[in-house]
C-alpha cells in the first residue's frame, strides 16, 4: 500500500481516457469560470464604455463636436454583451490560465516547468504594460482622426465601431510588448540563438518602427516613437538573455567535455 501523500503513480503516467477526462474536468472549471465573470462583466460594461469615452469628453471640451452614438435596435445589447465577453476573458484569465498550466506541467520536466513558469511570469506583466502604452496614446489617436472633421459637421461615432477600434488597439500593443518574451522562448529550446537574434537587430527595429505606424495614424510620429521604442528595447534586452543563456549552455558544455576527459 502506498504511503499517505503519495502516489503509487512517481513517473506520472496516465493512460489516454484519463488525459481526456482530466482535460475535460479542467476545461469544464475553465468554462465556468469564464461564464461566471462574463456576467459580471456585462454589468460592468456601461462603466467600462463611459471610461473609453473619456478621450470624447476632452475632444468635446476642446470645442471639436464629436458624439459616441447607438446606430441601430439592437447594438447597445451587442456592444454590452462584447464588452463582458472579453472582461469575462481578463477577469477569470488566473482560473482558466492556471487549469492550462496544471494540466500541461505535469508532463514536463524540471526545467522545462521552469521555462513555462518564466515565461508567464515575464509575458503577464509585458502584455498589462503593453495594454497601458496602448491605452496612453488612445486619446491622441482618437483626437487626431475626429480632427479631420470639416467645420460645421457633428462626428457621429457608432459605440460598436468605437469599441471595436479602442480595444483591437490596446490588444495589439499588449501582444507586441511580449514578443520579445516568446523570442528568448526559443532561444532557451535551442531553435535560435542569440547571436542570430543580435544579428536581427536591424529587422526588428524596422518591424517595430512599422508596426508603431500601423497602429497610429499617419502624421502622429510621437504616439508611433511611444509604441516602437520600447518594442526595441524589449528585442534587445531579450538578445541579451539569449546571449547570457548560450554563455551558460557553452560552459556546461565545455565542463561537460573537460569531466568525460578525465
Not at 496602448?134 to 462626428?155: M, S
Not at 512599422?210 to 508611433?224: H, I, R, W, Y
Request: some cysteine; overall charge positive; hydrophobic content about 60%.
Amino acid at each position: 500500500m502506498a504511503r499517505p501523500g503519495r502516489t503509487a503513480n512517481p513517473e506520472g503516467r496516465m493512460a489516454l481516457a484519463g488525459h481526456l477526462r482530466e482535460f475535460k474536468r479542467r476545461f469544464y472549471i475553465a468554462g465556468i469560470a469564464l461564464i461566471a465573470c462574463a456576467i459580471v462583466g456585462f454589468f460592468l460594461a456601461s462603466p467600462v464604455l463611459q471610461v473609453l469615452s473619456a478621450p470624447l469628453i476632452e475632444l468635446r471640451a476642446q470645442g471639436l463636436p464629436v458624439e459616441l452614438n447607438i446606430t441601430n435596435v439592437t447594438q447597445a445589447f451587442d456592444v454590452q454583451m462584447r464588452i463582458g465577453f472579453m472582461l469575462g476573458i481578463i477577469m477569470s484569465s488566473p482560473i482558466w490560465l492556471w487549469q492550462l498550466l496544471a494540466f500541461i506541467v505535469p508532463a514536463l520536466r524540471t526545467i522545462e516547468r521552469r521555462y513555462v513558469f518564466g515565461f508567464v511570469g515575464a509575458a503577464v506583466p509585458l502584455f498589462v504594460g503593453g495594454c497601458l502604452t496602448g491605452w496612453y496614446v488612445l486619446p491622441r489617436i482618437i483626437g487626431l482622426f475626429v480632427g479631420f472633421t470639416p467645420d460645421g459637421l457633428t462626428a457621429f461615432l457608432g459605440a460598436q465601431d468605437y469599441w471595436d477600434f479602442s480595444f483591437k488597439l490596446v490588444f495589439a500593443v499588449g501582444v507586441a510588448y511580449v514578443l520579445p518574451v516568446i523570442v528568448v522562448f526559443l532561444n532557451l529550446a535551442g531553435i535560435v540563438s542569440g547571436a542570430a537574434i543580435i544579428k536581427g537587430w536591424r529587422w526588428a527595429v524596422l518591424a517595430a518602427t512599422l508596426f508603431g505606424a500601423f497602429v497610429t495614424p499617419a502624421g502622429e510620429v510621437l504616439s508611433m516613437f511611444i509604441i516602437a521604442v520600447p518594442m526595441v528595447v524589449l528585442y534587445f534586452a531579450a538578445a541579451g538573455v539569449a546571449l547570457l543563456v548560450d554563455r551558460r549552455r557553452r560552459k556546461r558544455a565545455a565542463a561537460e567535455i573537460g569531466e568525460d576527459a578525465t
